[in-house]
């Protein structure tokens, strides 16, 4: 499956209906435990922050997301997740690797608060080989050399 990255800021959102359309939809298969509100309030909420969302693109469709906060040295990942139909076929970790090296682009490390990881999460960063440094209250991720 040929997943690309696509960054989802406000400006987008705002003029891209099908970008709309298709963040809604991957937020509205999430766990509801996964989101602090509905799908389009927590999607209008982080991007009047001036926060952005990193998504899976494929075949003209965003199919997965994670939300991108950034500071001086890291950009801060939360709230993942993937279409419920493209589950399981790898766009999860392909997002994630492709999120790692735009990161790495940029010179910053991944960074995930301790509260933003649910077990799934660990489960899937563990087995892609990921390793999860405890600093303070977050984890900063670092893929195998």
């Not at 309030?41 to 997301?65: K, S, Y």
């Not at 995930?112 to 600093?135: I, K, N, T």
Request: net charge neutral.
């Amino acid at each position: 499956m040929p997943v690309t990255l696509q960054f989802v800021d406000h400006s987008r959102w705002a003029c891209e209906s099908q970008v709309q359309h298709d963040l809604k939809r991957i937020y509205d298969d999430a766990p509801a435990e996964r989101l602090p509100l509905p799908a389009g309030a927590f999607i209008e909420t982080w991007l009047q922050a001036g926060r952005r969302f990193g998504c899976a693109h494929f075949n003209d469709r965003l199919i997965g997301a994670v939300a991108i906060a950034t500071d001086d040295q890291a950009w801060w990942l939360s709230h993942f997740c993937i279409r419920k139909a493209t589950r399981r076929r790898g766009v999860g970790s392909r997002l994630l690797a492709l999120i790692g090296d735009a990161a790495r682009e940029e010179g910053r490390t991944l960074r995930v608060s301790v509260a933003e990881l649910p077990l799934a999460d660990q489960l899937l960063l563990s087995r892609l080989g990921y390793r999860l440094h405890a600093a303070d209250d977050y984890f900063e991720l670092r893929p195998p050399l």
